[in-house]
């Protein structure tokens, strides 16, 4: 995987400031067959395979949000997250991946905004994951 050292680790931004529609990207992620390894089987156990876990997709779309926000936004709570799979990843390969805030809601709870990652391959969807975040 690509370093995240020249990214903020957290954000300047809150909730607040991002607006419905709002987009990043596409970011370039190589998935590395070291890294699907690691997250097939057990702890601590490398198991080979041809494709990617999907605990790749969590991963990914972390890493993306980050580059998006320059930094993660201190304070929210995943609530949510979905995952509709087109096309499973190889083990080894390189993903771009679209992010935007498909929702928001004020509601006496709190602050919800929900992300759209779209992850593809070779100009294909390969997979769209979201996840919804609570800031109180």
Known sequence: MDSLEDVPLFS???????????????????????????????????????????????????????????GIIPGGVLIRQS???????????EVAIDVSISAQDRRPSGFYTTFSFALSRGGAVAAIVEWMILAP
Not at 61 to 70: D, F, K, M, S
Not at 83 to 93: E, N
């Open 12 to 70: 300047d931004l809150r909730y607040e400031d991002l607006w419905l529609g709002q987009r990043w990207g596409p970011f370039a992620e190589s998935v590395e067959q070291a890294t699907s390894d690691g997250l097939r089987g057990a702890i601590d156990a490398r198991v080979p395979g041809a494709e990617a876990p999907l605990g790749i997709l969590p991963l990914l779309t972390l890493r993306a949000l980050r580059r998006a926000l320059n």
């Open 83 to 93: 995952f509709a799979v087109v096309d499973r990843l190889p083990a080894k390969c």
